[in-house]
């Protein structure tokens, strides 16, 4: 399996994660994309994947952190993103949600961030959080998806998932799709072609059924499998093999 977003520099793993990559081999979990939030994670997540085999990194600022970013960031996060096992830019994009960065700045960041991902020619991994038409305006605005996008944890409609599906965007599902009251999701496991979804856990955050409300962690990503399988009416077995190869052809893991 291959978790394609996963915070393992939070906090909240500090005291096991060692102990947790463990376990999430054991489970058949390979590869696990460590995404930044800011600077200090986006170091940490650098590091992470010095140490350990199956972490790779992606560096970026979210945009609740976007009233924190300037060139500084910039040139920090183009320094970052030579290191060898850094696959992307990400996590960004844009929260209108809590709007803890006001929206000018998350704009700001966002669009500036794309520019340094073209510029790199990485691929990003995009946060949308009740921002669906502007995210997508934006992204279509500066061709985005010449590297590659993933739109990390979707919450949007399956039509927009299909709008994005066109433009070559990967749409990636994490734990919400199995949540009782959680539709959407499971309606764009149906529509969105198996070759263009990958599957997460956003861990420590959205543990899914039957953990939901506990720590997330990375092995707990067969539940996400599996209820994308149940809606496709394939086999487990058949989404993690795809959703591997999809994943690494994307990162362009070998």
């Known amino acids: 399996m291959f978790d394609s977003h996963a915070h393992m520099d ?69 320094s970052l993103a030579q290191e060898r096992k850094v696959v992307a830019i990400g996590e960004i994009g844009m929260d209108f949600h809590y709007n803890y960065s006001d929206k000018e700045a998350q704009r700001r960041a966002f669009k500036s961030q794309i520019q340094l991902s073209k510029s790199l020619k990485l691929p990003m991994i995009i946060h949308d959080r009740e921002a669906n038409g502007e995210v997508f305006d934006t992204l279509t605005a500066h061709e985005a998806q010449e590297y590659g996008c993933i739109m990390h944890c979707y919450s949007g409609s399956p039509e927009l998932a299909e709008e994005y599906v066109k433009r070559g965007y990967h749409i990636s599902l994490g734990g919400p799709i199995t949540f009782k009251n959680a539709k959407k999701p499971y309606e764009v496991a149906k529509v969105v072609p198996l070759e263009q979804l990958l599957i997460e856990t956003d861990a420590p955050y959205l543990a899914p059924e039957p953990r939901r409300g506990r720590r997330n962690e990375p092995l707990l990503v067969r539940f996400v499998a599996a209820k994308i399988a149940e809606a496709k009416g394939i086999s487990v077995e058949e989404v993690i093999r795809v959703t591997e190869a999809n994943a690494k052809a994307f990162f362009k893991i070998r």
């Open 10 to 78: 939070d906090k909240k793993f500090d005291k096991d994660r060692g102990d947790v990559l463990k376990a999430a081999k054991t489970a058949g979990v390979n590869y696990i994309v460590n995404p930044g939030a800011d600077i200090t994670s986006s170091v940490r997540a650098v590091n992470l994947a010095k140490e350990y085999e199956m972490i790779y990194a992606a560096v970026g600022v979210h945009p609740h952190n976007a009233k924190d970013y300037d060139e500084e960031s910039e040139e920090t996060l183009r």
